[in-house]
């Protein structure tokens, strides 16, 4: 298998491939600040305090760079957690159900604020979801797998138009994307 024309390892050793996934796995002593400085200490750079101002701003948690995990919401978390994944400018995102823990509301919110920040990085971004509207609303594509094996059942282009605004989700266009991924997933 190859990614962008590299094997997986070779993305991983350059640290081109940010994760994230549905536990925060944030380091509970470390600030907002210092989690996201993490990947540059871990890959031995020198931390680029412009790009951790940046992304701190981009995931809207400037005024809350000094707070530990324990003061910050779920969703806030998990803010933190992509903008960890971020840091160091990785060509793919990977994201394993990274609101799957969240309320509907704080997902739904989340979704939104996804979007935003892909439309601000530009990054290749896979996203593991069992939530149907979340892979309509966020994907250009979504691909149904089956059960063990795993095995591609069903592939859709998601064409509607971006930026995706929370009134597409009562768009008769969104509803039948729904229910056509629905129906790939009762059969798998």
Do not use: C, K, Y
Not at 90 to 96: A, G, K, M, Q, V
């Amino acid at each position: 298998m190859r990614i962008a024309g590299a094997p997986p390892a070779a993305l991983i050793a350059s640290h081109q491939l940010g994760i994230a996934f549905q536990d925060h796995a944030l380091l509970p002593w470390l600030t907002v600040r210092e989690n996201i400085e993490l990947p540059f200490h871990l890959a031995q750079r020198t931390v680029d305090v412009a790009r951790v101002d940046e992304l701190t701003a981009l995931v809207g948690l400037a005024e809350f760079a000094g707070a530990r995990p324990r003061q910050l919401s779920g969703g806030m978390r998990q803010r933190v957690a992509i903008a960890r994944a971020l840091a160091l400018r990785p060509r793919i995102l990977l994201l394993d159900e990274p609101f799957g823990a969240l309320d509907a509301v704080t997902r739904r919110q989340l979704n939104i604020e996804l979007q935003r920040i892909w439309w601000d990085q530009r990054i290749t971004t896979v996203l593991v979801t069992h939530a149907i509207d979340e892979a309509v609303f966020l994907a250009d594509r979504v691909i149904v797998m089956s059960a063990r094996p795993g095995r591609i059942r069903h592939d859709v282009a998601i064409e509607l138009a971006r930026p995706r605004e929370r009134e597409i989700l009562s768009a008769p266009g969104f509803h039948a994307l729904s229910d056509e991924l629905a129906r790939a997933l009762d059969a798998a």
